[in-house]
């Protein structure tokens, strides 16, 4: 026996003015009542790819700075690199807003933690030996 049908509708929104997250958040909420529901807010950086070149940049730097340590620990003579990899990703950090509430920091309606987006870059390298 069907009683009826449940839908659902997710929509995306992206605010650039964190400070009006929570208020905007609220808007919503009273304005939906029992009707909405609001999964979660995450956050990305709208262009990360600035900062993935100098993490590659300082990625490399790091290792070949480590590679040449452990050949010159090792008594040989580093060579070209012959395999490169990379991975990563970037993964948020979250602020705490009842930690600032307690310091005596403002606290928006709805409390959001945006904090800061890290990004890391990881790269493998392997050198021929001279």
Known sequence: MLLGYRVTNTVTVKIGDI???GVNIDAVAK?????IRIQGVSFTVDDP???YVEARAEA???AID???????LS????GNPFYISEGGGFAPIYRDYGLMAAEGGSVPTT???PGET???LTVQMAFTIQ
């Open 118 to 120: 890290e990004i890391t």
């Open 49 to 51: 790819s600035q900062y």
């Open 66 to 72: 480590k590679a040449q340590q452990l050949a010159d």
């Open 111 to 113: 409390p959001i933690s």
């Open 19 to 21: 400070d009006a997250t």
């Open 75 to 78: 008594g040989i003579q580093l």
């Open 60 to 62: 490399v730097a790091d």
């Open 31 to 35: 304005a939906g009542g029992d009707l």
